[in-house]
């Protein structure tokens, strides 16, 4: 896996802006008396990445500014290069607030996050899709192909495309890219022969970067990605951060941040949040139930 260290000057500046984006101007004053108050706890949020650094950051970054103003619980964005570089920090308790879908096996269920809330956006599924112009109509005609996936980690774009291929013993080279984006331009340029990807990922692309897909095959639907938090924070604090969340587009400056968000990512329509539960992914533990061994 590439370290930061090897990334170029650009991705290393880009990295620093990322985890430090959301730091209160306190941070940078003089140390404070020891009459003052202290400075509120701030915990890191880490969304998976499903964009590349930048849109990604560029997404975030406005929406934890507006929820930590409101609800006084400070959030500081903790982004990786890549979405196992994110999930990482998670695993590793570096982060107690995340969106993600990647805690829902049985060795990570027990970590204790707890689901508070979701995007209100259809159900995903997960997909093997090729160029339209592309002469493969089959899956099966994958095989002996490389294949690109986002992420090791990702459960839709790549766990359960790659399970159904070994399910019907259609052998493929997977290589990850870090990101939906960088999967999709592997496959235009042609180093690939076919993408597994997140539906939703899938029709954003195709209307930002104007190709057509062919979609191979898809899955069941899946909640999409759920807003966490880890057993370290206060229920009050949790609390008020989803209060701040689910009624973000009730309020006009909300409303104004989540359209900016869909319109960068070419979403069809700002799309809100609302609240969650660990029913909601039930999907997600059935497929671990019946998941090959090397996935789950």
Same mark, same amino acid.
Not at 51 to 64: C, E, F, G, K, M
Not at 82 to 106: G, K, M, Q, W
Not at 148 to 174: C, D, N, S
């Given at each position: 896996?590439?370290?930061?260290?090897?990334?170029?000057?650009?991705?290393?500046?880009?990295w620093i802006a990322?985890?430090?984006?959301?730091?209160?101007?306190?941070?940078?004053?003089?140390?404070?008396?020891? *009459? *003052?108050?202290? =400075?509120?706890?701030?915990?890191?949020?880490?969304p998976?990445?499903?964009w590349?650094l930048?849109?990604?950051?560029?997404?975030?970054?406005?929406?934890?500014?507006?929820?930590?103003?409101?609800?006084?619980?400070?959030?500081?964005l903790?982004?990786?290069?890549?979405?196992?570089? =994110?999930?990482?920090?998670?695993?590793?308790?570096?982060?107690d607030?995340?969106?993600?879908?990647?805690?829902?096996?049985?060795?990570?269920?027990?970590?204790?996050?707890?689901?508070?809330?979701?995007?209100d956006?259809?159900?995903?599924?997960?997909?093997?899709?090729?160029?339209?112009d592309?002469?493969?109509?089959?899956?099966?005609?994958?095989?002996?192909?490389?294949?690109?996936?986002?992420?090791?980690?990702?459960?839709v774009?790549?766990?359960?495309?790659?399970?159904?291929?070994?399910?019907?013993?259609?052998?493929?080279?997977?290589?990850?890219?870090?990101?939906?984006?960088?999967?999709?331009? *592997?496959?235009?340029a042609?180093?690939?022969?076919?993408?597994?990807?997140?539906?939703?990922l899938?029709?954003?692309?195709?209307?930002?970067?104007?190709?057509?897909?062919?979609?191979?095959?898809?899955?069941?639907?899946?909640?999409?990605?759920?807003?966490?938090?880890?057993?370290?924070?206060?229920?009050?604090?949790?609390?008020?951060?989803?209060?701040?969340?689910?009624?973000?587009? *009730?309020?006009?400056?909300?409303?104004k941040?989540?359209?900016?968000?869909?319109?960068?990512?070419?979403?069809?329509?700002?799309?809100?949040?609302v609240?969650?539960?660990?029913?909601?992914?039930?999907?997600?533990?059935?497929?671990?139930?019946?998941?090959?061994?090397?996935?789950?």
């Amino acid at each position: 896996m590439t370290t930061l260290t090897h990334a170029s000057r650009a991705a290393a500046l880009l990295w620093i802006a990322c985890t430090v984006a959301a730091l209160p101007a306190a941070a940078a004053a003089p140390q404070a008396s020891v *009459q *003052q108050a202290a =400075t509120p706890h701030i915990y890191n949020f880490s969304p998976v990445n499903q964009w590349n650094l930048q849109v990604s950051a560029s997404y975030w970054n406005p929406i934890i500014r507006y929820v930590s103003a409101r609800s006084g619980v400070r959030l500081n964005l903790k982004l990786g290069r890549t979405s196992a570089d =994110t999930t990482s920090y998670i695993l590793a308790r570096e982060v107690d607030f995340a969106f993600t879908n990647h805690l829902f096996s049985p060795d990570r269920m027990k970590m204790g996050w707890t689901v508070f809330g979701r995007r209100d956006s259809p159900a995903v599924q997960g997909q093997l899709v090729v160029p339209a112009d592309s002469p493969i109509r089959d899956i099966r005609e994958l095989a002996g192909g490389v294949v690109a996936f986002p992420g090791p980690e990702a459960l839709v774009a790549y766990k359960v495309p790659y399970a159904q291929l070994l399910r019907k013993h259609i052998p493929v080279t997977p290589v990850f890219t870090g990101n939906h984006d960088a999967a999709f331009t *592997q496959l235009f340029a042609g180093r690939v022969k076919a993408v597994g990807a997140n539906s939703q990922l899938v029709a954003a692309w195709s209307s930002r970067e104007g190709h057509a897909f062919r979609v191979l095959w898809s899955s069941t639907p899946f909640n999409e990605l759920a807003l966490m938090a880890s057993p370290r924070v206060p229920a009050e604090e949790m609390r008020a951060l989803a209060r701040v969340f689910l009624g973000m587009h *009730q309020d006009p400056e909300g409303r104004k941040i989540l359209a900016a968000a869909a319109e960068l990512v070419h979403a069809p329509a700002p799309i809100s949040f609302v609240a969650a539960s660990d029913a909601d992914y039930a999907s997600y533990r059935a497929f671990y139930a019946d998941a090959p061994a090397n996935l789950r």
